[in-house]
T-cell receptor
């Protein structure tokens, strides 16, 4: 089982709609969870971090964490063309400082 | 300030060359990472330094040699690379088990 799994394929959403991304992780002891945005040819940019069960909102982004289900999600409200990018879920594996990434989900916002 | 600075931005090297990638942060972070990223793939962990000591080596070939001269600097020494080592090399830093911030990366081409 992979440490971090993002199974959805490319996601196309109309401008103004909600984009929903999901991620599961295998290490039940993990405590730190992140979403990164990466534009083509650029480095990953941290957009959300979450450490406790529940929702965390920052502007148009909401991260949701459910440790019992080992599940992290990201909602992008009022999607804009500038949100078109690859979104990477990342987890710090319990017991060391190993930051593991999922394979990423490409989001395309259609004007 | 969440800046991680990597130099150079681009590097072309021959298979017999020796070169070094540099990474610097002044955020007081105690964990520093090297990642390798190929096109359309997630970042792949290479090395982790924690409190200036190598804590994780993901079975990276010896032609890649990391060095952490002090808490702000991280180097990656390159020698006898192969064309398949061409990739984006990313440095990141974090406090212990918190958000990791990436530099802009070094685009490496081995010819």
């Amino acid at each position: 089982q992979k440490e971090v799994e993002q199974n959805s394929g490319p996601l196309s959403v109309p401008e103004g709609a909600i984009a929903s991304l999901n991620c599961t992780y295998s290490d039940r002891g993990s405590q730190s969870f992140f979403w990164y945005r990466q534009y083509s040819g650029k480095s990953p940019e941290l957009i959300m971090s979450i450490y406790s069960n529940g929702d965390k909102e920052d502007g148009r982004f909401t991260a949701q964490l459910n440790k019992a289900s080992q599940y992290v999600s990201l909602l992008i409200r009022d999607s804009q063309p500038s949100d078109s990018a690859t979104y990477l879920c990342a987890v710090i594996v319990y017991g060391n400082n190993r930051l593991a990434f999922g394979k990423g989900n490409q989001v395309v916002v259609i004007p | 300030d969440t800046e991680v600075t990597q130099t150079p931005k681009h590097l072309v090297m021959g298979m017999t060359n020796k070169k070094s990638l540099k990474c610097e942060q002044h955020m007081g972070h105690r964990a520093m990472y090297w990642y390798k990223q190929k096109a359309k793939k997630p970042p792949e962990l290479m090395f982790v330094y924690s409190y200036e000591k190598l804590s994780i080596n993901e079975s990276v070939p010896s032609r890649f040699s990391p060095e952490c001269p002090n808490s702000s600097l991280l180097n990656l020494h390159l020698h006898a690379l192969q064309p398949e080592d061409s990739a984006l090399y990313l440095c990141a830093s974090s406090l212990d088990r918190t958000e990791a911030f990436f530099g802009q990366g070094t685009r490496l081409t081995v010819v």
